[in-house]
């Protein structure tokens, strides 16, 4: 099974309505090529203005809730 379709099952195991945002999300994320939430929400308002930065924090939250992903913590010392 692809990555985005196991993404899909584990969010709606986990009662979340699979949302055509949501969607738009999950493929900026799947393209590996943005560094933080904000570039996240840049990308995404350009192909819906609608969504907000609450939206891509509280996506990438339930992602590593749910084990899709993880944030990794970058200490400069």
């Known amino acids: 099974m692809e990555s ?3 993404i899909i099952e584990k969010l709606k195991e ?15 994320i799947l393209e590996d090529e943005c560094q933080s939430c904000k570039e996240i929400y840049y ?3 350009q192909i819906d203005h609608k969504i907000g930065m609450a939206t891509v924090y509280r996506m990438v939250n339930t992602l590593e809730e749910i084990g899709a992903m993880n944030r990794k913590l970058v200490l400069i010392l």
């Open 4 to 6: 985005k379709e196991l």
């Open 43 to 45: 990308k995404a308002a």
């Open 14 to 28: 986990n009662g979340c309505r699979i949302t055509k945002q949501r969607l738009v999300l999950i493929d900026i």
